[in-house]
Nanobody
Framework: QVQLVESGGGLVQPGGSLRLSCAASGFIFSRYTMSWYRQAPGKERELVAVISSAGGSTNYADSVKGRFTISRDNAKNTVYLQMNSLKPEDTAVYYC??????????WGQGTQVTVPS
């Protein structure tokens, strides 16, 4: 069965770093565009970063440009989000997403990132 399992979340002080991982199984990972979304309490889900299937193209929300880096290792079926210079406004549940034209979309269960004020 298909699974996307996020890990690496936690509590980090402002200015600190975290590396999130999303391990995929049950589908052909290398065919999928992978993304990280986040949702803070009382706010809409926000697209944070996206990476193309081969890793050759990335895009970021303006709020995280220069601080976050999305990457993937297709041999390990894993997508990463390196988060540096974390701010309290980065506090959210972070979700891994995979999609491909003509194929089903998949979501992970989310991992909590907390950056206190």
């Amino acid at each position: 069965q298909v699974q996307l399992v996020e890990s690496g979340g936690g509590l980090v002080q402002p200015g600190g770093s975290l590396r999130l991982s999303c391990a995929a199984s049950g589908f052909i990972f290398s065919r999928y565009t992978m993304s990280w979304y986040r949702q803070a309490p009382g706010k809409e889900r926000e697209l944070v970063a996206v990476i193309s299937s081969a890793g050759g193209s990335t895009n970021y929300a303006d709020s995280v440009k220069g601080r976050f880096t999305i990457s993937r290792d297709n041999a390990k079926n894993t997508v990463y989000l390196q988060m540096n210079s974390l701010k309290p406004e980065d506090t959210a549940v972070y979700y891994c997403n995979g999609r491909a034209v003509g194929l089903r979309e998949y979501w992970g269960q989310g991992t909590q990132v907390t950056v206190p004020s």
